[in-house]
C-alpha cells in the first residue's frame, strides 16, 4: 500500500461533498441571472464561508473539472495561480458546450482568492485579485454586484498584506463613482469603506472627512458594512475633536456589529475608540462594558486609564500610559489618550477643591504632580473659569479657596428641571394625540368598507333570488 493511500480516499470523498456543495451555490448563481435577483447570489456567497476551511488545490481542481471544459480559458488562468504540485482527484470534467455565466467564473476564483488568503500566498493572490477586478470592470451586469463587492475587499486585503495600499486609490476612486452610478449599492458600499480605510491608515483624515462629505452612504447596505462606516465616521469626528458626533456614530456602529465570537477584533476595536470618546467627552462609561467576556482582556489597558480619569489620579494615568504604549499605538488611540491629561487634571482639581476648604497652590503642585506652582495657577485659574469648580484663587498668598455650597432650593435649579420634565411630558401627550387621529380614520374607512360590502351582499342575494325565480319558471314551462 503506498503511503498515499490512505490519505486519497477520505480527500476524495470530502471532494465531493464539496463539490455538491458548490454545484447548490452556483444554482442559486444562475437563479439569480435568470430572475434578475441579487438575493440569489448573496445567499451563495454567504453558504460559501462553511466551505472555506476545506478549501485546497486539490478541491479547488476537483471543483473547475465540475464547473468548467477542459478548454475553458477562465479555468485555464485561475489554476496558474494554484499550487501545481498537487493532482487533481478523480471528479468527471463537464462536458457541457453551453457558455459558462460570468458569475460562475467569478464566484470561482472568489473560491481561489480565499483560499490563498487562508494560505498566505499574497502574491499570487494579489494578481489573482486585480486579474479579476479588471474581468469585472469590463461587465455591467447588476447580478454581478454582490461578487463584485467581495472580490474588491480582498483586493483592498491583498495589497495592504504586501504594504502597498496608495497603489490602488485611484482605481478604487474610480470603481466608486462607477458604482454610484450604476445604483449599485453592494459595491458603493464596500468601495466607500475601503477608502475611508485606506486615508486613515495613512492618517489622511482631511480626505477621508472630504470623501465623507461628498459621498452618500446607501441606506440599505448591511449591518456589516454599515458598522465598518460608523466606526471610520466616529474616528474622523475624534480626530476633529467633535467628540459628541462621534460617540454617536460608535455607539451605532456597536449596535450593528454582529455579536459573535466572529467580529470579536471589530467589537474590540469600536469599544477601544467609543471608551477613549466618551471619557473625553467628560462621561465614565459603565463598568459592565469591561466584564464582558469578549472584552475583557482587550480592554485591561483600558480600564487602567478609565479609573484614574474618574479619581483624577495624574500618577496612575502616566504610569498605565507608560506601561502600555505599545498597545495604544498599534491601537491608534495614543494621540487620542494623550488629550485626556487635561480631563484627569480637571478632576483632580474638582476632587481637591470637595476635599479642602482651602489649599495652598503648592500642595496642588505636589498632588497633581505638577511642574511649578506657575502651572497649578494657571491650571486652577482656568478650571474656575470653565466652571469646573467654585473657588477663588489669590495669587498674592498662593492659595485656593473654595466657596461653601450654597442651597440649591435657593437657585433656579428645581425650576428648570421641572420645566424639562412638563416640557417633556407635554411633548409625550401630543405624540399620542397625533398618533390617535390614524386610527380614528382607518376606522371611518373600515366602516365605509363594511357598509359597501353589505350592499354588494344584498345586491348579490336578490341577484340569486331573481335567477332562482327563472329557473322555477323554465322548470314550470318544461
Known amino acids: ?247 454617536r456614530d460608535l455607539m451605532q456602529a456597536i449596535r450593528k456589529a454582529p455579536k459573535n465570537f466572529k467580529s470579536a477584533g471589530f467589537q474590540q476595536a469600536v469599544h477601544k475608540l467609543a471608551i477613549i470618546v466618551q471619557l473625553l467627552t467628560g462621561e465614565i462609561p459603565e463598568r459592565n462594558i469591561f466584564k464582558q467576556p469578549l472584552l475583557m482582556d482587550a480592554l485591561r489597558p483600558y480600564l487602567s486609564i478609565t479609573q484614574a480619569v474618574r479619581v483624577g489620579d495624574l500618577v496612575k494615568f502616566q504610569d498605565t500610559l507608560a506601561r502600555h504604549i505599545e498597545t495604544f499605538l498599534v491601537d491608534k488611540t495614543y494621540t487620542l489618550i494623550l488629550r485626556l491629561r487635561h480631563n484627569v487634571i480637571k478632576t483632580g482639581i474638582r476632587m481637591i477643591s470637595l476635599a479642602y476648604s482651602k489649599i495652598s497652590l503648592r500642595d496642588i503642585c505636589m498632588k497633581l504632580q505638577l511642574d511649578s506652582e506657575e502651572d497649578a495657577e494657571y491650571i486652577v485659574g482656568k478650571a474656575i473659569r470653565d466652571g469646573v469648580i467654585d473657588a477663588v484663587s489669590d495669587h498674592e498668598q498662593g492659595f485656593m479657596k473654595s466657596k461653601e455650597n450654597p442651597d440649591i432650593y435657593s437657585t433656579s435649579e428645581p425650576q428648570n428641571a421641572f420645566h424639562n420634565r412638563i416640557t417633556f411630558c407635554l411633548n409625550i401627550h401630543n405624540d399620542s394625540v397625533k398618533a390617535l387621529r390614524f386610527p380614528h380614520s382607518q376606522r371611518k374607512e373600515n366602516n365605509l368598507t363594511d357598509a359597501i360590502r353589505e350592499e354588494e351582499r344584498l345586491i348579490a342575494g336578490e341577484i340569486a333570488e331573481a335567477n332562482l325565480d327563472d329557473d322555477d319558471d323554465e322548470m314550470g314551462e318544461f
Not at 49 to 56: E, G, K, V, Y
Not at 70 to 95: G, W
Not at 188 to 211: E, G, T
Open 1 to 247: 500500500m503506498s503511503p498515499d493511500g490512505p490519505a486519497t480516499a477520505p480527500d476524495a470523498v470530502a471532494a465531493t461533498f464539496i463539490v455538491a456543495d458548490v454545484k447548490q451555490n452556483v444554482s442559486l448563481l444562475e437563479r439569480a441571472v435568470s430572475f434578475a435577483e441579487p438575493r440569489f447570489a448573496i445567499r451563495a456567497i454567504r453558504a460559501s464561508s462553511s466551505l472555506r476551511p476545506n478549501l485546497s488545490p486539490s478541491v479547488l481542481s476537483a471543483v473547475a473539472n465540475s464547473l468548467f471544459p477542459k478548454d475553458n480559458a477562465f479555468r485555464t488562468k485561475i489554476s496558474c495561480y494554484l499550487s501545481s504540485d498537487v493532482m487533481a482527484l478523480d471528479v468527471p470534467v463537464a462536458e457541457d458546450s453551453r457558455n459558462v455565466l460570468p458569475e460562475v467564473e467569478v464566484y470561482f476564483g472568489f473560491l481561489s482568492l480565499l483560499y490563498l488568503h487562508d494560505s498566505a500566498s499574497q502574491t499570487k493572490g494579489l494578481a489573482l485579485a486585480t486579474d479579476l477586478v479588471d474581468y469585472i470592470q469590463t461587465l455591467n451586469r447588476r447580478t454581478m454586484d454582490p461578487l463584485a463587492a467581495k472580490i474588491f475587499f480582498y483586493y483592498e486585503r491583498f495589497h495592504e498584506a504586501v504594504g502597498r495600499l496608495t497603489e490602488i486609490r485611484p482605481k478604487l476612486l474610480a470603481a466608486q463613482r462607477t458604482a454610484a452610478l450604476r445604483h449599485d449599492e453592494e459595491s458603493q458600499a464596500m468601495l466607500l469603506n475601503l477608502l475611508l480605510r485606506n486615508y486613515l491608515h495613512f492618517n489622511l483624515c482631511d480626505q477621508a472627512d472630504k470623501l465623507v462629505s461628498k459621498s452618500v452612504f446607501p441606506e440599505n447596505a448591511g449591518n456589516s458594512q454599515s458598522a465598518r462606516y460608523y466606526f471610520y465616521l466616529g474616528r474622523i469626528k475624534a480626530i476633529q475633536l467633535d467628540y459628541t458626533a462621534s460617540h
